[in-house]
């Protein structure tokens, strides 16, 4: 049964820093690249990251370049995202994705 435990999400001020968590179980999670996906209200998701299986090759929108760092440990299934410089912007429900499957998603909130 394919699970994912997210975490790491809340309320920061801008300019401040969140470093989210996704475990997952249940597949052979160090075979596939891990994104993680975000989505404001309104708006459509947005891919952010994308790490490869060995996490040695990581991409980024824009958007989010120079500020956030993901990353992954295939040891204990987790993949990371390291969120600095946070932005009002940057405020949506952010998703790790593998494959076909996503996490629950945990909500970031960017206010002063």
């Known amino acids: 049964q394919v699970q994912f435990a997210e975490s790491g999400g809340g309320v920061v001020q801008p300019g401040g820093s969140l470093r989210l968590s996704c475990v997952a179980s249940?597949?052979?999670?160090?075979?596939?690249?891990a994104k993680w996906v975000r989505q404001a209200p309104g708006k459509e998701p947005e891919c952010i990251s994308v790490?490869?299986?060995?996490?040695?090759?990581?991409k980024y929108a824009d958007s989010v370049k120079g500020r956030f760092t993901a990353s992954r440990d295939n040891a204990t299934d987790t993949v990371y995202l390291q969120m600095n410089n946070l932005k009002p912007e940057d405020a949506a429900i952010y998703y790790c994705?593998?494959?076909?499957?996503w996490g629950q998603g945990t909500q970031v909130t960017v206010s002063s």
């Open positions: 790490v490869n299986p060995r996490g040695d090759i990581i």
């Open positions: 249940g597949f052979g999670f160090s075979e596939f690249s």
């Open positions: 994705k593998v494959k076909q499957y």
